[in-house]
């Protein structure tokens, strides 16, 4: 008996395969849709925050936190004060600090941030899941005119190892503030990190000093130019950076090397912890988090509106099929299981091939999206919402498939006895 | 003279929210193997006391009991599993699914109801061999019996149903205006076919048209306005009623 229900729910799904893959195809569409937006507001979050990692603390002049993370990190806004170059070496002295790297902001090139830093950058710094910085192509600044840009610089503005580049004083917007004295030529170009390091252009603290040997509160001093040569001759110790990311031999140390750093006797410092802080930035932008799962539940509702009008279309084609079936002696639990498992196997289907079609986009544009919006999706781990939305899926188009059988119950055979066509 | 196959007995009926009766009839009797013809003008209850008989509707009084039990004495979904084996359905039109093949629409009820599965076992030895016997018997040549029941003609998909209806050899085969779609030839082949059919095993037959040029073939004809005592005004509520989806 049940054995027959199955050979002619297949035989009638057959019959009506077009309409079948229809309803399959919308089922995946809106699979995709909802765990693919639910992806990208998980993933978000966690994109924002591997811009850095593996640095315990932030040490910069006394400001917000929020502040010393924007610039230092995300490079946005500038800093109101700097350290001085004596207090960074009493950092890297303190006691527990395995290694620190200094880095000093303010200039700009065609729109991307200057940063001056040393070798450590390169050697220290780490990203997303504890990953290194890695050179594309080249290698680390040697000479003092060198730099190493970022991805993005090199894709956006075309640049080529060897190439000249000349950088300018603050964002640039004045063009009369040019470092044009002073070419660099592009010695490496990082790999892509989806961060902001892809938007810097990096240069040695020195050669950051050296382009500001001949400035003074902001501006060229007039009738004392120093030339590219010339500079190389003078001392090139900078005198200070905008702040200094800090490693630590043991992770426990680091709120007795915060205290001590804020409470620095020489100068007014501060010290965050970069994972605290970044939770605090994410809290204020973090309305367009609840902006994309608003987004997510109304793709949720469409979808699953769209997933119950699509079933419900197939009903009058139905009707008459589950009338000749009702009268033939098909009882209403037979008629009802013969929907159930159609619907059941047609949505379950609809839900694997949306997922996976989303993890096959997600690996195949997951480097594309890595570098051009700095997003990085996961698609291997699946979010706790996204089980409860595939079960939502899962009840509404199942439940959706059964509404026909609950129509039949009522009317099927009184329609077969005195069909209306 | 045996019990009769189908008993009616002061039967009224309404339709839900309506207060007078559409349908009053104090006794209507058909008899094992009586063939009946059933008629009246469209509108006039017709098909809402095919629906009592087959006990898809409930009467607010009286009793119709089928082969000695009353609808009224069954749950539903005994009442559905009762209807299957005793009784046999050709509708207007639309009577197959159209993606099972001739033999498998004709073997349907078999698979519902092991009553008329054992029945067409017991006559033809398998139900493979009873399908194909019935929709011999119907005039229907074995090319057809594989196809899916769509590639027929609207007449071939008629006897298919009617072959369908009379497997298992139910009590009662009731038939609603099984012919308006067939053109004049193919209708009084069809009733040929169906008559005799119902007479080799003994099934009461129950056929309602409007259409009085067959009637003269059955052994009893009942004009329904003639036996529904239901008032004039209450009868144009059934007009109404049955516009109704």
Known sequence: ??????????????????????????????????????????????????????????????????????????????????????????????????????????????????????????????????????????????????????????????????????????????????????????????????????????????????????????????????????????????????????????????FSVQRAINGFQAEPLMAILPGVALDELWGIIGAGENALL????????????????????????????????????????????????????????????????????????????????????????????????????????????????WRAYRLSLIDGLSPRT | MTAPMLEIEHLRFAWPGSHDDCLAIESLTVAAGETVFLYGPSGCGKSTLLSLMAGVLQCRRGSIALNGRSWSSLRPAQRDRYRVDHMGYIFQQFNLLPYLSVLDNTLAPCRFSSVRARAAILQSGTLQLAAQTWLGGMGLPSQVWDRPARDLSVGQQQRVAAARALIGNPAMVIADEPTSALDENRRDEFLDLLLSSCQATNSALVFVSHDQRMAGRFQRRIALPGINQATPESRAAVRGTQGLP
């Open chain 1, 1 to 254: 008996m049940n054995r027959y229900l199955w050979t002619l729910a297949w035989r009638s799904a057959w019959n009506r395969r077009l309409t079948l893959a229809l309803t399959m195809v919308s089922i995946a569409l809106s699979t995709f849709m909802l765990l693919g937006t639910e992806r990208v507001r998980t993933d978000l979050r966690g994109s924002f925050t591997s811009a850095l990692s593996g640095t315990d603390l932030i040490v910069g002049a006394r400001t917000g936190s929020t502040q010393l993370l924007l610039y230092s990190v995300f490079r946005i806004g500038s800093a109101t004060n700097n350290l001085r170059w004596s207090s960074v070496q009493s950092i890297a002295q303190q006691r527990g600090v395995a290694w620190i790297i200094p880095v000093s902001l303010g200039d700009s090139h065609r729109g991307f941030p200057v940063l001056g830093t040393d070798e450590n950058y390169l050697r220290h710094f780490k990203y997303g899941n504890r990953t290194p910085l890695r050179l594309a192509q080249g290698k680390p600044w040697a000479d003092l005119f060198e730099a190493v840009i970022g991805s993005e610089v090199a894709n956006r503005l075309g640049y080529r190892l060897g190439q000249r580049i000349a950088l300018a004083h603050g964002s640039g917007e004045l063009n009369l503030n040019d470092h044009a004295d002073k070419p660099f030529v592009i010695a490496g170009i990082l790999q892509a990190t989806g961060t902001p390091v892809d938007r810097t252009v990096h240069i040695s603290l020195q050669a950051m000093e050296a382009l500001h040997a001949d400035w003074f509160a902001g501006a060229p001093i007039p009738g004392n130019r120093i030339s590219a040569e010339a500079v190389r001759n003078i001392d090139l110790t900078p005198r200070a950076v905008t702040a200094v990311l800090v490693g630590l031999d043991n992770r426990a140390a680091v």
């Open chain 1, 294 to 405: 608003l987004m997510s539940g109304l793709v949720a509702l469409v979808s699953m509106a769209a997933l119950v009008s699509v079933v419900l279309a197939g009903l009058g084609e139905r009707r008459r099929e589950l009338a000749v079936l009702r009268a033939v002696g098909a009882s209403p639990k037979d008629i009802v299981l013969l929907l159930g498992i159609e619907g059941g196997l047609v949505t379950t289907g609809g839900i694997v091939v949306g997922v996976c079609a989303l993890t096959a986009a997600a690996l195949a544009l997951g480097p594309w999206l890595q570098s051009r919006f700095g997003l990085i999706l996961d698609p291997t781990s699946p979010t706790e919402l996204q089980f409860m939305l595939l079960g939502a899926l899962l009840a509404s188009g199942w439940l959706a498939s059964l509404v026909p059988g």
